[in-house]
């Protein structure tokens, strides 16, 4: 099975630029996670989707910031505009409630960044 | 509200050496429990899970015993390999529609030394 895929896998860019991050979680999951991971932080998370809808997005750092799942196989993340405080690694996971566990299966991540 | 606590790292051992990572919580319900691991320049990976009391997770020769009594869920294995350098998560989840966050713990590094 093809587990949680990101891309692009890394991601440099000019503050002031718009970012687009791309996440296709495991077919047959309800629900998708952005994280993101930094040395200061450790691992946050962003925002969380449950059948393509968002409930929770208290951890958008501002509103430069916003997420997307139009269907059950896309989301994206933008950040629009960068700064070089926005660089990390960002992780998209996924699950599925039906086990009553809710694991998380995560992507490899992109590693933005913000120069 | 629901948190892990972590042993605080980075712990070094040398191979072959018995680990054990802390893993205690807090949680309004009754929580499944989990330990991730990140190896360098990857995502985590779900290593093991338990998801009532007494249950034990096992994988890769680790082992977890979820301890209701302790709130506790400490990481063991009985002899480390230099492959399993990584950071170590603890996280929690109160299993209810409409709430599928995990509470994770702060982390813990793991570095091996042959």
């Known amino acids: 099975d093809a587990g949680v895929i990101q891309s692009p896998r890394h991601e440099v860019t000019e503050m002031g630029q718009e970012v687009t991050l791309r996440c296709k979680p495991i077919?047959?999951?309800?629900?998708l996670f952005w994280y993101r991971q930094t040395m200061m932080r450790g691992l946050e998370l962003l925002i969380y989707?449950?059948?393509?809808?968002?409930?929770?997005d208290s951890g958008m750092p501002e509103d430069r910031f916003s997420a997307k799942m139009p269907n059950a196989s896309f989301s994206t993340l933008k950040i629009q505009p960068s700064e070089p405080r926005d660089s990390a690694v960002y992780f998209c996971?996924?699950?599925?409630?039906?086990?009553?566990?809710?694991?998380?299966?995560f992507g490899p991540g992109t590693r933005l960044t913000v120069t | 509200g629901d948190s892990v606590t972590q042993m605080e790292g980075p712990v070094t051992l040398s191979e072959e050496a018995f680990l054990t990572i802390n893993c205690t919580y807090t949680?309004?319900?009754?929580?499944?429990l989990f330990w991730y691991v990140q190896y360098p320049g990857e995502g985590l990976q779900l290593l093991l899970k338990?998801?009532?009391?007494?249950d034990k997770g096992s994988n890769k020769g680790f082992e977890a015993t979820y301890r209701k009594e302790t709130t506790s869920f400490h990481l063991e294995k009985g002899s480390v390999q230099v492959s399993d350098s990584a950071v170590y998560f603890c996280?929690?989840?109160?299993?209810?529609?409409?709430?599928?966050?995990?509470?994770f713990g702060t982390g813990t590094r793991l570095t091996i030394i042959p």
């Open positions: 996280a929690l989840s109160i299993p209810h529609f409409g709430n599928e966050k995990l509470t």
């Open positions: 989707f449950n059948n393509n809808v968002p409930i929770d």
């Open positions: 996971a996924s699950s599925w409630g039906g086990t009553g566990a809710y694991e998380q299966y």
């Open positions: 338990a998801t009532k009391a007494d």
């Open positions: 949680a309004t319900g009754y929580p499944s």
């Open positions: 077919s047959g999951h309800n629900s």
